[in-house]
């Protein structure tokens, strides 16, 4: 179960008592059990225990507060942020590091052998912070609990000698760093696994600034942390199908955001194993997605988004990761040796037509396109958009390929003079007849069954929105074709995809690229490559625009028609 603010308290009592009961020469000897006499004499001149720390996670600081002083803890001393245990949150958990304000506090803790101290790293997270789900897997696993030992007369020689000694007796390195709000060092260990302390980590503390030792000792640490990555990078799938299965079951749809449920009610909901729900639970509170209290589980923000009825719900996309697109990606050293599309491979159709003839599929397929709508929020502010949709009288906008209607009623919604024809398959335009008049737009609309031949002329805007992508260059190069065939010499075209970046940095792109190279057989680009196509098509392309969860929307008119003047058509570079 979750730790109370109460076991808190008691983390804090039992490690106040640890601190009062030993000392240097009895902590050693249990702490690396290898050593022999001489080196024990003379690893503990070089040491003095100092202290033994713990992770708190207090609602607010007045709480904190009180929980120290129910323990004794007393101190007048102002708190100091932490830099590195705030690092190695940040890192673990993924988060960035400015959201975690973690500080350190050392109330002195005197005993039969001198003063020493606990110190007492606190980060608060208030009742219904999406920092529960960190806050949990932290009181689970305690990870920065440990024992510390100040180097007596630190200098570069003593303390590499130090992790020498520690390491030759089965302690790995795990970490460390420089914090200049006090001036030292500190050197992280795992303990060996024959320590007989309880404690899986410690410290090795020395004032001043050692960072060329400390250099050294991230090196080491570097391969064991590594390894930690990939393996967890490895357990990708685990996580995919986790989030899946819950979306399935239907369990965040039978979770409350604010009071807990047992996992032996749930499972009595779900009609699923007890055990091995609560086992799912566990994982998907790691995850953040539900958070762990003493009565059992409720519901996170992050875990709405996989409600069926949530707004801007991501369930269709859960289903889809770990459903068809799971089973393909299983496929993609099929598509990596001959270059076919993996989901061919496997369903002997393409994805496209494999949907279409599975109604359920396909209405999934739709939904999970719509649950990236967002990143269309800026798109009704388009300069384009907004010139042709004030004018009077209001001007046309085509959606070519424009699935069940999601981004074609987003702009007829906003600009009520704007008129729009929808030009897709037969199935999919009455799913998107049904969406636009349930919405009252399907007045001002248009419905086209068709491919991309049949793109219609006279119209002001045309819009291909996640088309291009699936597809390799010569079939796009022969949509953008179609395209300009029919566009009057005024119209514009705005193609929305995700752009791969040109300085080869961390992107969404990046991952799309992958997968729509397993399912369909296309690919993301950079802006220059799609600038290159666009041009073989009697295209120019005049700019493009950010927009949410790493897409971007590109600008393109005639070759032969000059770019008006406005911040819209600047030339296309990174990061317009």
Request: with cysteine; aromatic share 6%; proline share 8%.
């Amino acid at each position: 179960m979750t730790a109370t603010p109460h076991d808190d308290t008691a983390l804090l009592r039992a490690t106040a008592d640890f601190v009062r009961e030993h000392d240097t020469a009895t902590l050693l000897p249990l702490l690396l059990p290898a050593l022999d006499g001489p080196e024990l004499l003379a690893l503990a001149e070089r040491c003095r225990f100092s202290h033994a720390a713990l992770l708190v996670l207090p609602p607010d600081r007045a709480a904190l507060h009180r929980q120290l002083a129910d323990c004794g803890l007393d101190f007048d001393a102002p708190p100091q942020p932490s830099v590195v245990v705030r690092g190695r949150l940040a890192r673990r958990h993924g988060r960035p590091e400015a959201e975690l304000d973690v500080t350190i506090l050392r109330p002195p803790v005197p005993g039969p052998h001198g003063e020493r101290s606990v110190e007492v790293f606190a980060l608060t997270v208030p009742p219904g912070s999406d920092l529960a789900g960190l806050a949990a897997h932290e009181r689970a696993h305690q990870h920065e609990a440990h024992l510390a030992f100040d180097v007596a007369h630190p200098d570069p020689l003593a303390l590499r000698g130090l992790c020498a000694l520690f390491t030759r007796h089965g302690a790995a390195p795990d970490g460390g760093g420089y914090n200049p709000h006090e001036d030292s060092t500190v050197l992280y260990f795992t303990t060996p696994a024959d320590s007989r302390t309880g404690y899986r980590r410690v410290e090795l503390h020395a004032h001043g600034d050692h960072r060329t030792v400390l250099a050294d000792h991230l090196g080491e640490e570097a391969t064991q942390r590594s390894a930690e990555t990939l393996l967890h990078q490895l357990t990708g799938a685990w996580t995919t199908q986790a989030l899946a299965v819950a979306a399935r079951l239907g369990l965040p749809d039978a979770l409350d955001i604010r009071t807990a449920t047992a996992p032996h009610d749930l499972a009595g909901k779900l009609g699923t194993d007890p055990q091995s729900l609560a086992t799912l639970l566990r994982y998907l509170a790691m995850l953040g997605v539900v958070a762990e209290h003493p009565d059992g589980y409720r519901l996170t923000g992050t875990g709405t988004l996989l409600r069926a009825d949530s707004p801007g719900s991501m369930r269709p996309l859960a289903l889809m990761y770990g459903g068809p697109f799971y089973r393909s990606f299983a496929e993609l050293e099929h598509t990596v040796r001959t270059g076919q599309a993996a989901f061919d491979h496997l369903f002997g159709e393409n994805h496209f037509d494999h949907f279409a003839r599975d109604p359920e599929l396909s209405e999934l397929f739709d939904l999970s396109m719509a649950a990236s709508a967002r990143m269309f929020d800026p798109l009704p502010e388009h300069p384009v958009i907004t010139a042709v949709g004030s004018r009077a009288p209001g001007g046309t906008v085509v959606d070519i390929a424009g699935g069940n209607g999601e981004l074609l009623g987003r702009l007829l919604a906003a600009h009520p003079r704007l008129r729009g024809v929808l030009l897709e398959r037969p199935h999919a335009v009455e799913a998107a007849r049904r969406r636009l008049d349930a919405d009252g737009l399907g007045e001002r609309c248009g419905y086209l069954a068709g491919d991309f031949a049949d793109v219609p002329g006279d119209a002001d805007v045309y819009v291909l929105s996640r088309v291009l992508h699936d597809w390799d260059d010569e079939r796009c190069a022969e949509i953008l074709r179609h395209c300009a065939r029919v566009m009057p010499a005024h119209a514009d075209l705005l193609i929305v995809e995700r752009l791969l970046p040109a300085d080869g940095s961390t992107s969404l792109a990046t991952a799309w690229d992958l997968h729509m190279m397993v399912n369909t057989g296309g690919r993301e680009r950079r802006a220059d490559h799609y600038g290159r196509l666009l041009a073989d098509a009697g295209l120019h392309l005049l700019g493009h625009r950010p927009l949410p969860l790493g897409a971007a929307v590109l600008h393109a008119r005639k070759a032969a028609v000059p770019a008006p003047a406005g911040p819209s058509h600047a030339p296309a570079r990174s990061g317009a």
